[in-house]
């Protein structure tokens, strides 16, 4: 039979989740699985597909293409099932057995992968086991390979490192220890393996697939196994989580421990930035990433570095005298500090290593300015979780050693590139010196404030002067706009801003429709030629406003472009928004420091009570984040009866070692959510003793929590790339829509949402996302999130029916042939 390796290729949009600081959102949430010989299952929706005779899944090959770096296929999954599968995803894995296993260096938020796999497994009907200590753990079998049960995954999810262990293994690398390992799963019935772990350990499962017939042979030889134990683990099925902190495996967009490393880096950089401040110092901070430098790039963007050095791009041969330069422009535009960021494996193009403290040594001798380094180190391993990938790694190394660094940018992908762009506009190209500028454009915050706004503003604010334009600030949103609370903003103006939570701008509901007639006196006079708003479904609103006050008004016939920017993720044409990450962390961390009083507490049951309007996402992303029992939103209708059957699965809960609960529900609903009301449902279920021994306590997460605080990574560089692809639209919108001798634009595509669909940046139309629209609630009528619901009460234990409407698709890891530009 025909044996099956997988790697999940997971988007952020399909399994981000909130994080903690204990667990970044990326990956709280990892699942996948392959039950059948014939065919390899994994999915972002956590459920294998059953087998049946109206199959609607095509059969997935995994023929050894020449191709494939390793011939590893890169299983997409996603799939329909019929009416009659509903209930087979509950029986699908009877009479099977998986191991799950975390291999190599330990990265945050595997512990959440094995909890899925544990979770989900069980819910199949499968018996799952566990293998500790890694590959050495499934060669030395014994007490290193044990069943696993519901609860065994309890209060795992927001812990980093991994629970079960992880081990480098000399022995698995040899044939003898391998065959070792098949005999341990042979004797178990495991013929499914979940490995968790980066390039090395996924190679290991390959070889170790590709050889499994031989070594069942061998073993029945040996006499080791019998001839039907044999016949009964005739094929294996492998699936691999990418779980490495670099982000350098190529085939997933996101790889387990990334986002988490960012959340550590940024945190120690906004430390640093205050006391390089106070002694004006300039700090050298050097990162993980011997032959990536994605921590070290990304965290430029984040904390706003004066420089940054990656392995894939070496700096020009005359490095030194740009760098000292750049610094010592910076003070002179009154900085008081200087933050210069270095991956361990950078180099110059001759391929000699620059460490940090070549560059330390450089600034001291030619600006002689107070210089320290810091080395991160295993830090970045600590505390969360979350994922990014890494099997090009070895072609994208074998071009660094070969001095082809633009193939090596190229391997990296397009989103490394865009970062990397982004970075060198802002980094790297001088600042116009005089004031006045080629057009005027003005920024503006609207709605709620949401943190990475103050990024965006500074990356539209900075790219727009680079572009030679005039840039004004707006204060107050549309409201100001009505005022004239205008000024002009230079360079320094936003300095600092990246890593800032709120508005400094200032924010307001206000919309523009009863004040069109001053905002357009405004407009003419500051000359305003283009308008970028930054906000939530209010800037939305107003630009869908400006859209009919052209009618009017010729003078709001300017461009303008919407970011979206709130905590409710509920801005339509768009999958996320700036601060969404944010408020998701800020309730996790909430969430996990409840958990742990409960732990203390036994049998209390907490109701966490979120922000978002009538939109669910965060109720939803952070009950999956934070492990809850059930999340309440507005976009799942549900009755009384549907609150006491939740009711009565806490009360079985509480029989079990898991005396707590967890519940999550919107702020605008119905009050049987309220802590009064599930405690009138607490009476109607179970025995008197059992219902007094369920303890509610109602906790709301304040609103100034969920939109203030520092930004993550993901907000800040999410807002940063926002900025900019902003204002490039914008320069060339203005452009194209000039006529005799003045701005005039007024067809629909000249005011657009900037929005993230799917793994792209694009500009919709307001007018056409109208018909996607629930003006009265406040939301986008479809969302990609709410398929996500059935894993939330899977991971919870409950008995459900799941239908998902996903499809499956089956990618090779294609080798870049020559001539072509990319892979």
């Not at 409201?479 to 609370?485: D, F, I, P, S, T």
């Not at 010729?554 to 928004?577: Q, R």
């Not at 109701?607 to 309440?632: N, P, Q, R, S």
């Not at 894993?791 to 459900?800: D, F, H, R, S």
């Amino acid at each position: 039979m025909e044996r099956k390796f997988s790697i999940v290729k997971s988007f952020r949009q399909n399994v981000s989740v909130g994080c903690s600081p204990s667990l970044s959102p990326t990956l709280r949430v990892t699942y996948s699985f392959c039950f059948s010989a014939g065919e390899a299952s994994t999915s972002n929706m956590i459920i294998p597909k059953p087998q049946s005779k109206t199959d609607l899944l095509k059969r997935l090959e995994t023929v050894d293409d020449p191709n494939t770096v390793g011939h590893i296929p890169i299983l997409e999954t996603e799939w329909i099932m019929t009416h009659e599968e509903h209930h087979a995803a509950k029986t699908l894995g009877i009479g099977k057995a998986i191991a799950v296993l975390t291999s190599g260096g330990d990265a945050q938020g595997m512990n959440a992968a094995v909890r899925a796999v544990v979770r989900v497994g069980i819910f199949t009907g499968a018996r799952v086991f566990f293998v500790h200590e890694g590959y050495q753990g499934l060669v030395d079998g014994g007490e290193h390979i044990r069943e696993a049960t519901w609860e065994s995954v309890s209060m795992m999810l927001q812990l980093g490192g991994t629970v079960i262990g992880s081990a480098r293994c000399k022995d698995f690398r040899e044939r003898e220890g391998r065959l070792r390992a098949a005999h341990n799963l042979v004797k178990r019935g495991i013929t499914n393996l979940c490995v968790i772990g980066g390039d090395g350990s996924l190679t290991g499962a390959d070889t170790f697939r590709s050889e499994w017939s031989d070594l069942l042979n061998d073993l029945q030889k040996n006499g080791k196994i019998t001839a039907e134990e044999a016949k009964k683990s005739s094929f294996l099925n492998i699936v691999g989580l990418v779980g490495s902190i670099d982000n350098d495996f190529c085939g997933t967009d996101m790889t387990i421990g990334t986002d988490s490393a960012l959340h550590r880096i940024v945190e120690i950089v906004d430390a640093i930035t205050t006391t390089a401040q106070s002694h004006q110092r300039t700090f050298v901070l050097e990162v993980m990433g011997r032959h990536c430098g994605y921590l070290a790039l990304v965290t430029s963007l984040s904390c706003g570095a004066d420089w940054v050095f990656i392995p894939e791009c070496p700096p020009d041969d005359d490095w030194e005298e740009h760098l000292c330069r750049r610094l010592s422009e910076t003070r002179t535009r009154g900085s008081r500090l200087n933050i210069i960021i270095v991956a361990e494996g950078a180099i110059d193009k001759n391929g000699k290593p620059i460490t940090s403290e070549d560059i330390k040594n450089l600034v001291v001798k030619r600006l002689g300015y107070d210089t320290r380094v810091t080395v991160l180190g295993h830090v970045q391993r600590g505390g969360t979780p979350s994922a990014f990938d890494r099997i090009l790694t070895k072609d994208v190394t074998k071009a660094m050693d070969e001095k082809r660094f633009d193939e090596a940018m190229k391997l990296r992908g397009r989103s490394f590139m865009n970062n990397w762009e982004v970075y060198k506009l802002l980094a790297h190209v001088r600042p116009p010196v005089s004031k006045g500028g080629l057009h005027t454009v003005a920024v503006m915050n609207v709605g709620a404030p949401a943190a990475g706004m103050k990024a965006a503003v500074r990356s539209t604010v900075r790219i727009g002067l680079i572009q030679g334009n005039r840039v004004l600030v707006v204060h107050d949103g549309f409201e100001g706009l009505a005022k004239g609370q205008i000024e002009e903003a230079g360079w320094s103006y936003v300095g600092g801003w990246t890593g800032q939570g709120g508005s400094k701008l200032g924010t307001k509901r206000t919309l523009p429709k009863k004040n069109l007639e001053q905002i357009s006196a405004n407009i003419t006079k500051f000359n305003i030629q283009g308008l970028v708003i930054i906000g939530g479904f209010e800037a939305y609103t107003g630009g869908l406003e400006l859209m009919e006050g052209r009618k009017l008004f010729d003078e709001l016939c300017i461009p303008f472009v919407v970011i979206p920017a709130t905590v409710s993720n509920n801005v339509p044409g768009s999958d996320f928004s700036i601060g969404a990450d944010t408020a998701l962390n800020t309730i996790c961390k909430t969430c996990d420091r409840i958990k742990q009083s409960a732990a203390g507490t036994k049998r209390r049951v907490f109701i966490i009570e979120t922000m978002g309007g009538y939109c669910g996402y965060l109720a939803t992303m952070a009950g999956l984040a934070a492990g809850a029992d059930a999340a309440y939103i507005f976009e799942e209708p549900f009755t009384i009866r549907d609150l006491q059957a939740n009711v009565e699965h806490l009360v079985q809960k509480m029989k079990t070692t898991v005396k707590r609960g967890l519940v999550l529900r919107y702020r605008i609903s119905s009050l049987f959510l309220s802590a009064e009301g599930i405690l009138e449902c607490r009476a109607m279920v179970g025995t008197p003793e059992e219902s007094r021994n369920l303890i509610l306590k109602s906790v709301g997460v304040e609103e100034p929590w969920e939109e203030g605080g520092s930004p993550t990574p993901f907000d800040r560089n999410f807002a940063t790339k926002m900025g900019a692809k902003a204002m490039n639209w914008m320069s060339g919108k203005i452009k194209e829509s000039y006529r005799n001798g003045r701005i005039f634009a007024n067809t629909p595509d000249s005011g657009c949402v900037l929005g993230m669909r799917k793994r792209a940046l694009v500009f919709q139309p307001v007018t056409e996302l109208k018909d996607q629209t629930d003006f009265e609630h406040r939301i986008p009528k479809e969302q990609w999130w709410l398929k996500l619901r059935p894993i939330l009460k899977i991971l919870a234990k409950y008995e459900i029916d799941l239908d998902t409407s996903d499809h499956a698709h089956l990618e090779h890891i294609s080798r870049k042939r020559s001539g072509e530009a990319a892979v």
